[in-house]
Structures are given as C-alpha cells and as structure tokens.
C-alpha cells in the first residue's frame, strides 16, 4: 500500500484559482468514489473539506471543490485567500483488508 | 457534536511499548458503521493510517506496522486503545485518533488535537 501522489507545493495570488492533484491507482482511487481532502494549518490537527469525491461538510466554503478522473483525484480552491495558506492531504479508501491511504501532502502558498 | 481526545505518555524510551488511549463523546462505538481510527505524523511529514476499529470489532491495521500494533475499545468507556510495541526514534509523531461513519464516506471526519510522542533514551 503506498501513498498518494501530490505535489509538493502549489503556490497562487490571492483570488487566482489553483488545483492540487492526488494520484493513486486502481486500487484505490480508481476503484472507490470515497476519497477526502483535508486542511492543516501548523500545529493543527486536520480538518475534512471534502469527501466523496466532491461533497463539502456544511460550514466548508463553496471556495473547495473536488472531482476524480481514472486514478487521479483533484481538489480546486477558487478565490484564493491568506486563509488558505495551509497544507492539504487526500485520502483514499482503499478496500476492506487495508482501508485508508493517505497522500503525501501538498504545501499551499498564497502569494 | 462529536469529539475525540488522546491521551499517553510524551515520552517513551526505545523498545518499550506505548499506549495510547482515545476518550471520545457524541457517538457510539456500538452503532453500525462507526469506525475510530489511528493516524500519525512525523514531524515536518505526511499523515500515515495506523490502525482501525469498527462497530462490530472488526480490526485493521496497516501492513507495514501490523506486527507491532493493537487496537481495542472499550464501548461502556467510550474510549479506544492503541499499543505499539518495540518503539524505535523513528516512531516519533502526533498521534491522532479519528472518527470514521457513513455521513462522511466511511474515512476519517472528526479528529482529535493529537498528542505527540517522543521515542529517546
């Protein structure tokens, strides 16, 4: 079982728009619709923004949008704000013997 | 309104055992599909799945670490426990303990603040 693939940083101006990949592969991200994203800030602990691909709990800003295509699942912030500055990590299920992969974390920069 | 909180030692010495203990509130471990789970992070690192426990005492655990790991609950507590055998500096993290259900996609939605654990002589 090995982690997701994200990039390492992603950096944008406030109000640009930028997308974070997590790659997996059929076994996990290409196999299930259940994949996370998460919001870190330092010394935090991490908070879900979205789940099941591309839903948002209630209270997470219309801002975070996700999608999945094939093996690769994406997390949009649009109107980028200094709150965003943070790091983010997706999650994927990955079947019953070894449920949950992480990814390997993407640092994001407002410019 | 669901939380979660670790407890255990700071500090551990190599080869020794540690415990952890998760105290949670606002949920039932009894009620199906309800899962807690352990996640760690090294520091300046990525998050990395540990453990998992399900309503039904149902276990998991990751394949790299899964010799050296266990996971029980205690539902009239309402508290899970994680031990982890022959501690290695390595093993030096945040240890966070997770909530999983259906509202969420059966992945971890509600977290606690973490504990960290420093593995020295």
């Keep these: ?111 | 309104q669901i939380t979660l909180k670790e407890s255990g030692p700071t500090l551990v010495k190599p080869t020794q055992t540690l415990t952890l203990t998760c105290t949670f509130s606002g949920f039932s471990l009894s009620t199906s599909g309800v899962g807690v789970g352990w996640i760690r992070q090294p520091p300046g690192k990525a998050l990395e799945w540990l453990a998992l426990i399900y309503w039904d005492d149902d276990k998991r655990y990751s394949p790299s670490l899964k010799s050296r790991l266990t996971i029980t609950k205690d539902t009239s507590k309402n508290q899970v426990v994680l031990t982890m055998t022959n501690m290695d500096p390595v093993d030096t993290a945040t240890y966070y303990c997770a909530h999983s259900g259906y509202s969420y996609g059966y992945l971890p939605d509600y977290w606690g603040q973490g504990t960290l654990v420093t593995v020295s002589s």
């Excluded at chain 1, 991200?29 to 996370?36: A, F």
């Excluded at chain 1, 997706?90 to 994001?108: D, L």
């Design chain 1, 1 to 111: 079982q090995s982690a997701l693939t994200q990039p390492a940083s992603v950096s944008g101006s406030p109000g640009q728009s930028i997308t974070i990949s997590c790659t997996g592969t059929s076994s996990d991200v290409g196999s299930y619709n259940l994949v996370s994203w998460y919001q870190q800030h330092p010394g935090k602990a991490p908070k879900l923004m979205i789940y099941e691909v591309s839903k948002r709990p209630s209270g997470v800003s219309n801002r975070f949008s996700g999608s999945k295509s094939g093996n690769t699942a994406s997390l949009t912030i649009s109107g980028l704000q200094a709150e965003d500055e943070a790091d983010y990590y997706c999650c994927s299920y990955a079947g019953s013997s070894s449920p949950y992969v992480f990814g390997t974390g993407t640092k994001v920069t407002v410019l």
